[in-house]
């Protein structure tokens, strides 16, 4: 299993600039979330989902969107980027009640 | 806003030591995980302890909770060098169980 994977690993966006990130997990995880990590910070939750077709906000929703069309993918997208949005994003994925797997992270600067 | 908060911030210790780190949260949870996370990687579950269970083990880690006080602590025993990493303590406030909130986090350093 690749567990959940992310992509790109880095990104480079002039303000204004749209983007999706992509997250993807193959082990038939219900859950799904997005998280934000600045520096000499904890994760911020962005967005999750408990399944197809689900999703709702988390702590920091604003500039951001997702969707959930399969249990697999999770992608969030950046509709205006701006340079508060400079960040590590990462992706997470769990059962119920269970820990959540982590993705790699993918790193966005903003300029 | 962030329900853990964990403390201290930076731990050195000698290898062979052992590292306890606390967490203290504001709300009811279902229940509190804690996490490492090497520099520059994705966070890895460590343990998850649910709101009914006072301790829990795992390997050289035992966790404890004390939802009286809304807190918990992380002990890791014999510390190793490879056990150098930030860890963190999220609670489930969601009745989803995905809706994790974050602390901050403590930096955990072992020296050889």
């Known amino acids: 299993n690749a567990g959940v994977t992310q992509t790109p690993k880095f990104q480079v966006l002039k303000t204004g600039q749209s983007m999706t990130l992509q997250c993807a997990q193959d082990m038939n995880h219900e859950y799904m979330s997005w998280y934000r990590q600045d520096p000499g910070m904890g994760l911020r939750l962005i967005h999750y989902?408990?399944?197809?077709?689900?999703?709702d906000q988390g702590e920091v929703p604003n500039g951001y969107n997702v969707s959930r069309s399969t249990t697999e993918d999770f992608p969030l997208r950046l509709l205006s980027a701006a340079p508060s949005q400079t960040s590590v994003y990462f992706c997470?994925?769990?059962?119920?009640?269970?820990?959540?797997?982590f993705g790699p992270g993918t790193r966005l600067t903003v300029t | 806003s962030q329900q853990g908060e964990e403390d201290p911030q930076a731990l050195s210790i000698q290898e062979g030591e052992n590292a306890t780190m606390n967490c203290s949260y504001k709300t009811s949870i279902n229940n509190l995980q804690w996490y490492r996370q090497n520099s520059g990687r994705g966070l890895v579950h460590l343990i998850l302890i649910r709101s009914n269970e006072r301790e829990k083990h795992s390997g050289r880690l035992r966790v404890t909770l004390d939802t009286s006080k809304k807190s918990s602590s992380l002990l890791i025993t014999a510390s190793r060098a490879a056990d150098t990493a930030s860890y963190f303590c999220?609670?489930?406030?969601?009745?989803?169980?995905?809706?994790?909130?974050f602390g901050k986090g403590t930096t955990l350093s072992v020296s050889s």
């Open positions: 999220a609670t489930d406030e969601g009745q989803a169980g995905t809706a994790l909130i």
């Open positions: 989902s408990v399944g197809a077709g689900i999703t």
């Open positions: 997470a994925s769990s059962r119920p009640k269970g820990g959540q797997y």
